[in-house]
């Protein structure tokens, strides 16, 4: 009887022995009370859905990235929204815009690309563009196959375009300043206008890398 009655409190006495032990390790983890051994412990030990603290920095690539197009689209969107002409039957053509301290006859790689960004823009706003830049033909050549030509000689001579989008581009010294205009082109008037402000970097990431490598401040 005596073995049995020690053998009993040796039981209860190792069952408190692991409880206690078992309480120590949870207050560890969920606690912190002791302190991680490595850096490596101290990761583990956080829950890994916890939100990142006030005092972190956003690396730059978690910033929106705005580029021409954003500007663009807002463009398209003041000039459909101010003019009250233009219907299904409406074909519209969109001209390359030029500096105003240049002839109006000279583009560059910048205002040929707005002129391209912003056929894909009215496009979607569903206004019917014609791109007077077609070919009758496929030009089939050693570096690739075209449809598009700026050879006048190559395109048709009439076009069903009653509408035109054009525009001036004015140098800043922290951008580009852009009017817009949708004109009508039988009577030369103006339909609809818009304006934005491009910034510089903007503008330099699309810029040449023969013609247009620095842009010009005055």
Not at 17 to 34: F, I, M, P, Y
Request: charged share 20%.
């Amino acid at each position: 009887m005596k073995w049995l009655v020690m053998l009993t409190v040796s039981i209860v006495a190792a069952m408190v022995l692991s409880s206690c032990a078992s309480a120590q390790r949870t207050v560890n983890v969920a606690g912190q009370v002791g302190k991680p051994d490595s850096r490596a412990e101290r990761i583990a030990l956080q829950p890994s859905h916890a939100a990142p603290s006030g005092h972190e920095q956003h690396s730059p690539s978690q910033q929106p990235l705005l580029t021409v197009n954003d500007y663009v689209r807002n463009l398209v969107h003041e000039l459909m929204a101010l003019q009250h002409s233009l219907d299904s039957d409406s074909q519209l053509g969109v001209t390359d815009f030029s500096y105003v301290d240049t002839g109006l006859d000279q583009g560059t790689v910048f205002s040929n690309y707005l002129s391209e960004a912003m056929i894909y823009d009215l496009h979607k706003f569903g206004v019917p563009v014609l791109d007077y830049k077609v070919t009758d033909y496929i030009r089939v050549t050693d570096s690739g196959d075209f449809v598009l030509s700026r050879n006048f000689q190559e395109l048709s001579e009439t076009v069903a375009i009653r509408y035109v989008v054009t525009g001036t581009l004015t140098t800043h010294q922290q951008g580009v300043l852009v009017n817009a205009r949708l004109v009508q082109i039988d009577n030369k008037r103006v339909i609809s206008a818009a304006r934005t402000f491009i910034p510089r970097h903007i503008v330099q990431a699309v810029v040449s890398r023969q013609g247009e490598q620095v842009m010009r401040i005055k």
